[in-house]
């Protein structure tokens, strides 16, 4: 299976259903089952700054309600694969007005930027957004080397 390594904590949004479409600066032709790693790594300085949003807040009090429910032992697990999916299509990103998605809270579909989502990327024109669909957290995350950009994992080895 394909897996993309994510710091956190976006693995952990993305493995809990908070965040459904990574950006990235580069596209992929790929689609089909993905695992979503947490890197092993801390946080980057963005990540820091994004927290201070009111609305990413939201997002990770959502997201710590949601990981109590599953049993993990903690929220923002490193090293370790913590979700699977599907990777739905990737395109390229034009102009914030032509991106939307749908809020399940309103049961509408609204412009990214005025959405969580649009607060959780990097909706820059000229990145990608990656979507996601079928997202399965896993009950308990596995312990697994990391690598840049998409790698194979096997899941059999991982858990023998």
Known sequence: MKALTLYQPWASLIALGVKTIETRSWKTNYTGPLAIHAANQGWPCTAISLMKERRVIDAYHEAKNISSMLGWKELW?????VAT?????????LEWPDLYVYDAR????VRIEESLEGMLGDYTPGRYAWVLEDI????????????QR???WNEKEARA
């Not at 697990?77 to 694969?81: D, F, N, S, T």
């Not at 957290?137 to 080397?145: A, C, N």
Request: aromatic letters at 6%.
């Open 106 to 109: 309103l049961k509408a579909a």
């Open 85 to 93: 999916c599907r990777l739905a299509f990737c395109r390229e990103i």
């Open 150 to 152: 998409l790698w194979e």
């Open 136 to 147: 399965r957290p896993l009950q308990e995350p596995i312990d697994v080397k990391g690598h």
């Open 77 to 81: 697990v490193r090293g370790a694969i």
